[in-house]
């Protein structure tokens, strides 16, 4: 199961809000997939870490499923 939970701490630590992303060119669909635990491209996950400045590991952890 993928979890974006990284990424919502990360911004918290970047005092980055989801408003702030979409004005640095990430759109609300891509932020609703990532709301919803939802797949992303690898090219959307190498735009939000541009944008934050952090690793792949910064913004997505993957779990076992339950």
């Excluded at 640095?24 to 939802?38: E, F, Q, S, T, Y």
């Amino acid at each position: 199961m993928i979890s974006y939970e990284p990424l919502w701490e990360t911004m918290r630590q970047k005092n980055i809000s989801q408003y702030k992303l979409m004005q640095m060119g990430i759109d609300n669909r891509m932020l609703d997939a990532l709301r919803h635990n939802k797949n992303i491209t690898m090219l959307s996950l190498e735009k939000i870490c541009d944008v934050l400045e952090c690793s792949a590991s910064d913004v997505v952890k993957f779990e076992k499923d339950k």
